[in-house]
């Protein structure tokens, strides 16, 4: 089976992993001369899908509890288990009792914990949510070695405008994202920072609550901190916006002081394919396949969309499966 | 039915569209309310008017009237800027006038607003200012233009429902014809139906549906409570005593001693 994907983001590469371990030959091509500063190139790498349920239905649980698993069983010594901590500032405590509400899969904590969990936030918060079982990684390494390894296991890569004019293939599968122009896709813009220091040390992501700015932090090796990330109506993805970075920045400080002094050494914009609904689809249409609409959930949701399609391209899924199709 | 710069309404709540878990559930949600006008935030959900087109599409969708907002113009300039900018993108004269003083508390500059909306409103815009619940400011509201007013009963996102039921009290007194419309603080349907009852035209709202646990079934509530509310008004709600009356004679008690 000759299978051609479009699009070298988390969706097509998930996709491109679950095809290649089942020997069917695939092909991925990608209008970017390279991997780097697609969406998920901009990605926080969060496996939270418990957090996630705060805004975010019950499916998105369900579909990413697996996420954590699948990245470390594809990218061995890439996912970072530490769990993610939830705080407010003082004055914000409403927004973690609201949060505890809307969630599962967490213990509260006092500040003795917090302490021992984050040596760096002592004394900065009296409570907060730690969720154990989540995960996260660095999705610009995950997506290069994965990359490197789908070529090692035979995947063709052909990146360029001249890349994806058609070619023979038994199934073509779309991941596309934002650029698909799929009806009823819209475009939510992100914006994000990255900040060095090696004043503040971190071992998991931690989420700051705000009524009107929540923002996240996650730690990268070599001193870098992923800060994130604005949710914009938009599909417009000029560069970030001065209020975007002060709002950011001004989040990062209040989770500690020390990120005053950081070096600013990146910001970006990456837009988030999302359906009216914020769910992702699988779809089939005669011999294309389609993931798109991951919105905020590529990392966590990609494995099991691409398992969806790739059971959809090899004719393996199963009858639950199609009956879930069909629902749809 | 009530008049807004010449535009009839069933509906007496006024709904926003910012913090919904879902574009999908935000539309559900606006139905369920009943709600015949949404606010859209030009800066904020649009991303300056630029694109964003999808989401202004569902929204038209829905067949409601949309009300733009200038939220996060902390100047009269900006703020003008932004409700002409509203006026090409949405194709309404219609704009919610916010001036915001505080970055934090995002409390009304009530100089900036009446100095803004004298701008608009001699532009042809119909202002609906939101503005505090000071006498003083909503007078001048009028003099330079302004049709009707939208003051709060608490800060915003607040959810704390009406702080000052002497202020509102003495507002729609003071402007019987005037429609007066409850914009920011309300958490829950009973603070929106306590501002009904007072006699006030209309409920604006957001966090508090947006953010509910349910969103659907919290807009419902309100969209209940607020028609309660007017309903309650227009019945002529009796006057609190300061002892219990009995309902039924009391015979064979000494009820007057």
Redesign the interface.
Known sequence: MKVLIRGAGVAGLTLAHELATRGASVTVVDIRRQIAGNASWQAGGMLAPWCERESAEETVLSLGRGAADWWSAALPGHVMRNGTLVVAPARDAGELDRFGRRTSGYRAIDAEAIAALEPDLEGSFTRALFFAEEAHLDPRRALLELQQKLVEMGVRFDFGYGAVHSRSADVEADCTGITGRLTGLRGVRGEMLILKTSEVALARPVRLLHPRIPVYVVPRSGNLFMVGATMIESDAAGPITARSVLELLNAAYALHPAFGEAELVETGTGIRPAFADNLPRVERDGNTIRINGLYRHGFLLAPAMAHKAAAMILGTETEKERAHEAHH | MLELYGHQVSSRLLLGTALY?????M?EAITASGAEIVTVSLR????GG??????WS?IQSLGVRVLPNTA?CHSVKEAVTTAKMAREVFGTDWIKLEVIGNHDTLQPDVFGLVEAAKILAAEGFDVFPYTTDDLVVAGRLLDVGCKLLMPWCAPI?SARGPQNLDALRSLRGHFPDVPLIVDAGIGRPSHAATVMELGYDAVLLN?AVA?A?DPVAMASAFGKAIEAGRQAFRAGPLEARDMAVPSTPVIGMAAFS
Do not use: D, Y
């Not at chain 2, 904020?44 to 991303?47: A, D, H, K, L």
């Not at chain 2, 630029?50 to 989401?55: A, L, S």
């Open positions: 878990p879902s574009p999908a559930i539309a904020r959900e649009t991303s630029k694109t964003g087109g999808k989401f569902l996060g996102g966090t953010k646990g």
